[in-house]
């Protein structure tokens, strides 16, 4: 009972958070996004880098400017692991070895930050701060960037341009994420997490065993990890960990720092579109998924058919934090697959069936519920764009949405988007089911096999980098085959995404008429939230039913 009322007051603590936060974040996100007012600080970057600030660019410039940032950080994070041994602060950790150097560098450019290492003895202090840590902090910035550049597409007419790349970088790194990062950083050392660039410590353990421990910058780095859906850890355990996540506090804290911005991203839509009723109405289908995703995985590791001894005490506890139980790990394991987090506070491997294929399904719905920083947005908005042109066929009329008609050629794009992911998740789950040398990677055989490297494609092409941690993936093949799938997973959709935004921004707004589908009324949030529901569901259903379906009616 005490569990029970425990559990349903961090729900509540953590949603009427999230309320207050709602409206100042994504009012200032919009400010940031629409200000024509360059800092001091951001007028010394433009000009360090030759970058005019008040410059608008093409779709296809957008474009390129993305691709190209991201692929001179993959190479620079890269050289940055393979070199670490020479650096300072290395703490006498030798190179990364190619292939996982190749995977992290994609893994944290892409927002994925899948990690097939133990952190706490392959990456030195450097390359933590200035590798990794760097790239979360931009990596969350270039979603938001692509998300705001959608949105200029809804907001302006007869034009080829979306905005400026690299002003909306500097605006969401500078006004953004460092002072929110730098604030809940503090106060993450404050509630005991560790901070500091302390060595390897060799610890004797209560039973007279001893333990290797690293210190590190560790707080600084949890804060971004989470307040940019970024995700990976600091150490192996990730937010399992104690010096990551010390107490029921700092666990409810990251949950929130997770969600707050992708959830007040929806006001910044309706801000910039100039209708916060858009924005209440995507944040109402986001907020009904991840309500309903929590009431299902907590159910289900509260009721588990399991006989082991944590089932008798209560529910299903293998795999998860005596400190945290079941209520708070349900809770953050739907809320880090729903967004591209990827942290974990318990081993989504030891969930039931029904618990962890809920986390395989939210990834597989795109993360939009919130999603990722940005990502999150812009996927839900193109699943918008699918469910106008639905009700448009039902009623013979060309569909509008925002103001914009959307033809063949904005369908092409949005239909493009959505079968990218997909393609690579199943193309590369079939690819590792195939060879018999990948299938001797799993530690599980039959169903639950299955849906371990089901889950790691997933994550990795829908850029989570959260895993079921049951199969080796250190091989040469995995670290490789993940790695594409993240750069596809990521930068694909990308493409799609910024040349609707092009396609868009071209067109001269249509007048509202009796006959314009209200996009603002629950009407339109049922039918989004089954469009939603019915595309991933004719999209995944054969593989869940393969793998963790098949389990749970075993």
Known sequence: MNDTLAGWLQILALVGALALTYRPLGDYMAHVLTTGRHLRIERGIHKLGGVDGDADQRWSVYLRSVLAFSAVSVVFLYGFQRLQNHLLLSIGFPPVKADQAFNTAASFVTNTNWQSYSGEVTMGHLVQMMGLAVQNFVSAAVGIAVVAALIRGFTRRRTDRVGNFWVDLTRVVVRLLVPMAFVFAIVLVAAGAIQNFHGI????????????????????????????????GFYNANSAHPFENPNAFTNLLEIYLLLVISFSLPRTFGRMVGDNRQGYAILAVMALIWAGSVAIVTANELHSVSSSAGHAAGGMMEGKEQRFGIW???????????????????????????????????????????????????GILILAIIAVFVAGLMVGRTPEYLGKKLGAREMKFASLYILTTPAVVLVGTGFAMALPGERASMLNSGAHGFSEVLYAFTSAANNNGSAFAGISVNTEWYNTALGLAMLFGRFLPMIFVLALAGSLAQQRPVPITAGTL?????????????????????????????????????
């Open 201 to 232: 410590h060799d610890i004797a353990t209560l039973a007279g065993d001893h333990q290797s421990l690293t210190g590190g910058p560790v707080a600084s780095q949890e804060a971004i990890k989470e307040l940019g859906t970024n995700g990976g």
């Open 328 to 378: 708070a790990s349900a809770l953050f394991a739907v809320s880090t697959t729903l967004t591209s987090t990827g942290a974990v506070n318990s081993f989504h491997d030891s969930f039931t069936p029904g618990g962890g294929g809920m986390t395989i399904f939210n990834m597989m719905l795109g993360e939009i519920a919130p999603g990722g920083t940005g990502s999150g947005l812009y």
């Open 518 to 554: 209200p996009t603002h009324r629950p009407q339109f949030v049922g039918l989004l939230v089954g469009v939603i529901l019915i595309v991933v569901g004719l999209t995944y259903f054969p593989a869940l039913a393969l793998g963790p379906i098949a389990e749970g009616l075993h």
